[in-house]
């Protein structure tokens, strides 16, 4: 295991972080595996075939 020592509000290239002012998303999906972004634009495409008048559950 790797400890970092990291300040909230920064970027590990040193440069600031900067709000692009978008507005929030319903879900959040974090990865850095190609697999799992293959695999969950997948599933979004096979979920909203299945029906013309797909809405988001909620």
Known sequence: ?????????????????????QTPGDIVFLSAADTELASLS???????????ACVWPT
């Not at 295991?1 to 002012?21: F, K, T």
């Not at 599933?43 to 299945?50: I, L, S």
């Open 1 to 21: 295991m790797h400890l970092l020592a990291a300040q909230p509000g920064r970027v590990s290239d040193g440069s600031e972080a900067v709000d692009l002012g």
């Open 42 to 52: 997948t599933a979004w495409g096979n979920w909203r075939n299945q029906d013309s």
